[in-house]
């Protein structure tokens, strides 16, 4: 076990970066193949730590918080869908923490949950690959007249074609 963690860590985003764009089961079978060895050893190299370090220190608690965690960590592995980290989310809230004290002054709990709504299209329309700005203009000129039980058909998702060729 001579590579450190982050050596480790960082050959598990290598894989990632070979599968990038592949379909699931692709990406499935690869990690299976080659991140799930690298995060075998890596519950070992960390096990054997545990063992070498006071209970009581930060690094052996970072190290049971991980431990304690592994299925959820590792489970990527085991599905093509997922991801190795959360960073497109993490993006996608940006502007949210970035604006977190500003938000203080939204007026009424009403005004935050609007601005909640909002902040939630355009980071759906963003994932989407869709231009937020079209998007709300394309969905504020229509929605006066769409029928309430049919809101799902604004979404994003299901409106991106029509975005792309308006």
Known sequence: ???????RIGALYQVEETIRGKPPDERRAYRQAHARPLLDHLHAWLTAML???SRKSDTSRAILYALNR??????YC???LLEID???V??????VAIGRRN???AGADSGGERAAAIYSLIGTAKLNGIDPEAYLRHVLGRIADHPINRIDELAPW????QIAHA
């Open 90 to 95: 993490e993006r996608a809230l940006r502007g």
């Open 158 to 161: 299901a409106v991106a074609d």
């Open 86 to 88: 959360n960073l497109p």
């Open 103 to 105: 938000y203080l002054f």
């Open 1 to 7: 076990m001579s590579a450190s963690p982050l050596e």
């Open 70 to 75: 592994w299925e959820a960590l590792t489970r």
């Open 78 to 80: 085991d599905d093509g």
């Open 51 to 53: 063992e070498t370090l």
